[in-house]
């Protein structure tokens, strides 16, 4: 399995992914495949498919799923709420091996990006599992084989449990497969996916059971098209909040290209700052919400630089103070510029004073201490370190050890020591990959920490 770039899916990820795989072909197996009714497996295959297809066709233009660990636990979790009641009704309708049998085929068939084969597989997999637990709870706790109006209080209890089953089951699986896969860590993981995934498993479990009972009652199959209203509602405000999203990504990657294109020695940099925040974010569990907000942040925090003229972001040499005062302009840029973004909400502190210091010597405010926001204090931590890990045309990049050094030197002067902490723990545990040189790199002069850089001024001291 590969991810995006041809980088391969670390190899936990692929054991783990094998081994739900296979697990979910044994538990079925072992619940009776053959249980039948065979027209309600085709019955809810069927519609299963068409949302399916209804949710792909109404996300196409805002949500492409990429092929990350994190695209692979979440390519179902993400949509499951739109087809949720159908599995519910299989699992109210259907023995467990049948039930698991529903949504099978709507993943199989489902688009998927590359590796086609393991990820179906995987969807598959996980949505089977979930949904013959679902029926496993729903059987085991008496709810009844034959559904009727005047049952309808009585089943309940058991539709709840059947529901809630279906999202610890579906939940872990794929809070396993990121923390195999990506090596998220675990105490941030699983509770972000399994409390994102309550409020609707039982909001759609009642959908379900509805289904259920007119299903046994004088509507029959005409049941499925009374449901595919409600569906067909949730799938199109999923594909508006999709395309939100996408509109965001669209904007914030626009921007960074910007930058980028004007400071060719950044070029990279604001990725790499983002991906050590949210690293020092994790370790520090921070909410998942905040956790993506500062994402943004790290990506966006040099955004300031498109208003510093580009002679001094690509000068070689030591920069006068009228050009140093200049690049200290940066934030404040920044800041004006994304001010109207209403959806980077706190990000655009930590944007603005991301060049604070502890001591209060920093720019452009002079805060010190706490009255730093605590996003300003993440990205100051990760900024210093990207910059000193990566080459630049007027130095060599610093080893990672040497560069947690120096950060632990400055630590209290100017970082925060929380900070620094969490990104030494951080990169311990996970490594770092620093920037590699660019062609004609090698030859860069080593520069003491500490001097006044061109394009990256009053990051060190």
Known sequence: MAE???????????????????GALACVTACGVGTGPWSRVAVLAALHCACEWLVRRQTRAGAVAGPTARAVAGETTARWAAFFPVLL??????????????????????????????????????????T????????????????ARHQFPAVLGPTVAAALAFCVVSGVLAAGIRITAERADPRTVWGGVLLRSLVPCLGYGLIGLMMAVLWQGRYGVFSAVLVLLPLTVSSWVFAQFQQEEAAHQATVSALVQAVEIKDEYTRGHSERVSRASVLIARELRMAE????????????????????????????GPLTDDEHEAVQLHPTFGHEMVRGIGFLGEAREGILHHHERMDGRGYPSGLAGDQIPEFARVIAVADAFDSMTSTRSYRRARPVD???????????????????????RAVRRHGWSPAGPRPGDEDAPDVPLGVREPSRAGVLG
């Not at 009704?89 to 049948?98: N, Q």
């Not at 020591?417 to 990104?423: F, S, Y």
């Open 89 to 130: 009704a299989a699992a109210a309708l259907l023995r467990p091996g049948s039930a698991a049998l529903v949504p099978v085929l709507g993943a199989v068939l489902a688009p998927a990006a590359p590796p086609r084969a393991l990820r179906r597989l995987w969807n598959a997999a996980q949505l089977a599992l979930a």
């Open 132 to 147: 013959c637990a679902a029926a496993g709870v729903f059987r085991g706790l008496d709810g009844p084989a034959e559904l």
């Open 4 to 22: 995006a770039g041809g980088q391969p899916l670390a190899r936990g990820g692929r054991a783990y992914a094998g081994a739900v795989i296979v």
């Open 289 to 316: 919400e905040r956790v993506a907000s500062l994402r943004i942040a790290g990506v966006l925090h040099d955004i300031g630089k498109l208003g510093v003229p580009t002679r001094v972001l690509r000068k070689n």
């Open 402 to 424: 040497e560069a947690v050094t120096e950060l632990e030197r400055c630590s209290g002067t100017q970082f925060d020591p929380t900070m620094v902490t969490a990104l030494v």
